[in-house]
């Protein structure tokens, strides 16, 4: 499987790699919501782990862009955040998430 990650921290997109890799992933990983819509428009991952808080461009905003492109359409996004607030799962499904 392979697995999309956009997450601008450092240690923690290093962290999530090294686990993932060790499971036998494959992961494309991305630090910023540009970069990751540029990968997944070369990709098609198996799965997206997309952090919300992003520089410059929200991940709900990734995620709605994730979602127009059609080889994606069905792919799972997965939001992380660890800024979690009321009504930010809803947010998130809205998105595509």
Same mark, same amino acid.
């Given at each position: 499987?392979?697995?999309?990650?956009? %997450?601008? +921290? %450092?240690?923690?997109?290093?962290?999530? /790699?090294?686990?993932?890799?060790?499971? *036998? #992933?494959? !992961? $494309?990983?991305?630090?910023?919501?540009?970069? *990751?819509?540029?990968?997944?428009?070369?990709? /098609?991952?198996? $799965?997206?782990?997309?952090?919300?808080?992003?520089?410059? #461009?929200? *991940?709900?905003? !990734?995620?709605?862009?994730?979602?127009?492109?059609? +080889?994606?359409?069905? /792919?799972?996004? !997965?939001?992380?955040?660890?800024?979690? #607030?009321?009504?930010?799962?809803?947010?998130?499904?809205?998105? *595509?998430?």
């Amino acid at each position: 499987p392979t697995v999309l990650l956009i %997450e601008d +921290h %450092e240690p923690n997109r290093y962290l999530v /790699t090294f686990l993932l890799e060790n499971a *036998g #992933m494959t !992961v $494309i990983a991305a630090s910023d919501g540009r970069r *990751g819509l540029e990968a997944a428009a070369d990709w /098609t991952p198996s $799965i997206i782990l997309l952090d919300i808080q992003l520089p410059t #461009m929200d *991940g709900y905003a !990734v995620a709605r862009g994730l979602r127009a492109l059609p +080889h994606l359409s069905r /792919t799972p996004i !997965v939001a992380v955040t660890s800024y979690a #607030m009321p009504g930010d799962r809803e947010k998130a499904l809205d998105a *595509g998430c």
